[in-house]
């Protein structure tokens, strides 16, 4: 058995740590976005690897025989190229997700489809806009010229994002609930925009949004590709049981 995993969530650095525990033979995958990429305790190699027959060669290249994508429930196209690649080299996929967030009582959200539409729901007078959706699709924003963006970013861009109006804090989640509190209040924020990411790491500024009875714009996720999912490390563990020849020598 030698495991591939995809990576970049708080969820893929815990089935990381499970396999090294339990001395299963794995790699980790990191797309490379990121200056400083969380330490692993397994073999790492970053960057893309070009496409689905890229990732096709690399799989056999290492001898993978189980791939399991425990990429962003936003990388789209990591996604959809995992699904494809281990369809054409025959191997075993599993997907490691977390559930969305869902509103509850007090929420006040509006759900969206797509940046754009995210971009289209900012129209109004002026504010002062949390924008929690990471580096690569600020750009979209400068169709809403007027607010003014508190970016939180794990890296300083590298050319500045072209928005007249912005500060950038650099900061790296888990985030707390009386951290985002604070936040929103230091910095008068009057509206957020992020990504229905799920998970415990960044959901602290949406208890603070309900607490203080700030609007949301919700985007939603991408509809993700057919392919067998699960939402614990313990699932993923069973799955490699379940399906390794060797599962008696293994101890997964
Ligand atoms: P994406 O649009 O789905 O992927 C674009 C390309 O980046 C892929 O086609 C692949 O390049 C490469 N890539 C993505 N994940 C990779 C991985 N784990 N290992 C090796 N190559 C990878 O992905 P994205 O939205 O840019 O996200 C990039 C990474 O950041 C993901 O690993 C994700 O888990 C993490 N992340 C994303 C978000 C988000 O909001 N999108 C938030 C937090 C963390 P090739 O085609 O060349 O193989």
Redesign the pocket.
Known sequence: MKVLI????SE?SALASALAEGGVPALF?????VKAPRPQPLPT????????A??GDFLAEQGITHLVD???P????????AVAAAHRSGIPLIALTRSPWVAQAGDRWEKVVGIEAAVKALAGPPQRILLA??R?QLAAFAAQPRHHYLLRLVDAPEAPPPLPHHRVILDRGPFTLAGDRALLRAHGIQRIVC?N?GGEGAVAKLTAARELGLPVVMIERPAPPARREVHSVEAVLSWLHQSSPHKAERGV
């Open positions: 995809l990576g970049g969530t893929a995958s990191y797309a490379g976005r190699r970053i960057g893309g690897f070009g496409g689905v890229g990732l425990a990429t962003h936003f990388a789209e196209r990591m996604s959809r190229n959706i990471g690569q990504k990411a």
